[in-house]
């Protein structure tokens, strides 16, 4: 009993060769080389997030946009936040370990 399905699918002359290239490359059948390409999509799509978390992410941008204005963060310079940066920076190492191997990233 077989344990695979058979289809049929149009591709274009171009992709035709293209896929026919890459069997021969990589010495694979061209079955192996569109199961080798769905596997890829099906990776892609695990990994993107959902519709639902990037409209979370923009709204949590769009919050912290509007609280920073509010604050007076809204027209902060580059000098302004490498100071902060540089200031968070030092106040790390103060209570990070004394280790010679230690490095703050």
């Given at each position: 009993?077989?344990?695979?399905?058979?289809?049929?699918?149009?591709?274009?002359?171009?992709?035709?060769?293209?896929?026919?290239?890459?069997?021969?490359?990589?010495?694979?059948?061209?079955?192996?080389?569109?199961?080798?390409?769905?596997?890829?999509?099906?990776?892609?799509?695990?990994?993107?997030?959902?519709?639902?978390?990037?409209?979370d992410f923009?709204?949590?941008?769009?919050?912290?946009?509007?609280?920073?204005?509010?604050?007076?963060?809204?027209?902060?310079?580059?000098?302004?936040?490498?100071?902060?940066?540089?200031?968070?920076?030092?106040?790390?190492?103060?209570?990070?370990?004394?280790?010679?191997?230690?490095?703050?990233?």
């Amino acid at each position: 009993m077989r344990n695979t399905k058979t289809i049929s699918i149009s591709l274009p002359p171009a992709q035709f060769k293209i896929a026919g290239r890459l069997a021969k490359k990589q010495s694979r059948t061209m079955s192996e080389i569109f199961r080798e390409g769905l596997r890829r999509l099906e990776q892609d799509e695990k990994r993107r997030p959902s519709q639902t978390a990037l409209r979370d992410f923009a709204v949590a941008g769009q919050l912290l946009r509007e609280d920073s204005r509010r604050s007076g963060l809204g027209k902060i310079t580059m000098r302004e936040i490498n100071a902060e940066v540089e200031a968070a920076r030092k106040e790390h190492r103060a209570k990070a370990p004394h280790d010679d191997n230690y490095t703050c990233k």
